[in-house]
């Protein structure tokens, strides 16, 4: 897939918007139905606006870390066209051991929407990459210094101590 019009973001004075990173993630918040998630919160990219969503989204994030990280060598895979990397950004972070570093971004413009769908081959990928494999979820305003950046880390970790839940999602067909 090909990319055109590619979204241009105004300037951002980044050091307004609210950013934290994870440690501990309240899993209560996520709408949850008898133990299972609502399958209306995990569909599939569908719509051109959802798309051009993501796309703020990953714009934000990379511009945030050539901001945050000056020095870093930083490249968004998905800038031009679509990959198939089972991450948005990698960043190499130069220091004596040049640490990489891989970065799945989720947006949403719902401030209270904290499921997300991701592939088999990101969580496969993540698994092999514990200590750097990050998601950093944006809740996107229109006005973006009203944007919201969350981090999360040591995905298997919250995993194990249930701060995160993993879901699946059966996809009816309409002769089921």
């Known amino acids: 897939m090909t990319f055109s019009n590619a979204t241009s973001l105004p300037p ?3 050091e307004y918007i609210s950013f934290s990173t994870v440690s501990y993630i309240d899993a209560s918040t996520s709408p949850v139905t008898d133990g299972l998630l609502t399958t209306d ?6 719509t051109e606006a959802d798309l051009a969503t993501s796309r703020q989204g990953e714009q934000l994030i990379f511009d945030y870390l050539k901001w945050k990280c000056p020095n870093a060598d930083i490249n968004w895979v998905k800038q031009e066209v679509e990959s198939g990397e089972p991450y948005d950004i990698r960043m190499i972070i130069k220091s004596k051991n040049n640490r990489e570093e891989f970065i799945e971004v989720k947006t949403t413009r719902s ?3 904290n499921t997300f769908a991701i592939s088999l081959g990101k969580v496969e990928y993540l698994l092999k990459h514990l200590l750097n494999y990050y998601i950093y979820r944006v809740y996107y305003a229109d ?3 009203l944007s919201t950046i969350r981090v999360i880390s ?3 970790s919250n995993l194990l101590k249930k701060h995160l839940k993993l ?3 059966y996809e009816s067909k ?3």
Do not use: G
């Open 167 to 169: 879901s699946m999602t």
């Open 41 to 46: 919160s995990l569909r599939p990219i569908a």
């Open 143 to 145: 006005k973006i210094e």
């Open 111 to 113: 401030h209270d929407q």
């Open 12 to 14: 951002v004075s980044f």
């Open 174 to 176: 309409k002769n089921d």
């Open 154 to 156: 040591t995905i298997k």
